[in-house]
């Protein structure tokens, strides 16, 4: 009896040595995978502090260099007590600030084109109709050059015995500078 006794002694110890080798190594990789996280966290709070920072103006350590000696741009800026929930609420509240503002200045460009377009309108409507009865008489004196330069030509005269050829080509002259 003593030897059976003994080999499950033996065989319950040999278990429970090989399930606490197990519990160990499961228990090293929790450790491992923990402290694998806390410094993936670190490092992604201090990226969103460093961004944010930048972006809202914190100042830089490079820019003191009595506290901070051989302090580079590499180095950031410092960001102080904040961790990536308050830097980052403070940066929703300079948007929404920010959003606010340019609102309020975009109520008040449209105000001032309302009422600068309303006092504009008959200037602008004057303008237009001078412009298309301009663009009308160009293309008029186009036709008439046109229709006058072969018949002159054909005629072989010039400005001293016809006055209407001087004209023509005041008129040509003008309308290539018009071109130009």
């Given at each position: ?6 080999r ?7 278990r429970?040595?090989?399930a ?8 090293q ?61 403070e ?13 309020a ?28 009865e ?46 130009a």
């Amino acid at each position: 009896m003593t030897d059976i006794v003994m080999r499950l002694r033996e065989g319950v110890w040999g278990r429970a040595r090989r399930a606490d080798a197990v519990i160990q190594a499961n228990m090293q990789e929790g450790a491992d995978e923990i402290e694998r996280l806390r410094l993936a966290c670190t490092k992604m709070n201090d990226e969103v502090c460093q961004r944010l920072g930048k972006a809202l103006g914190y100042p830089w350590f490079k820019d003191d260099q009595t506290n901070f000696s051989g302090a580079t741009e590499e180095n950031g800026v410092c960001t102080g007590e904040h961790v990536a929930e308050s830097i980052a609420a403070e940066a929703a509240a300079e948007i929404e600030r920010l959003r606010a503002q340019a609102t309020a200045a975009e109520a008040a460009r449209d105000k001032l084109l309302s009422h600068a377009t309303n006092a504009a309108l008959p200037a602008l409507a004057r303008a237009d109709r001078a412009e298309a009865e301009r663009d009308r008489l160009r293309e008029t004196l186009r036709d008439c050059v046109e229709t006058w330069r072969p018949l002159l030509a054909d005629a072989d005269l010039t400005a001293h015995e016809n006055p209407a050829y001087l004209t023509l080509m005041r008129a040509d002259l003008a309308l290539g500078e018009d071109r130009a």
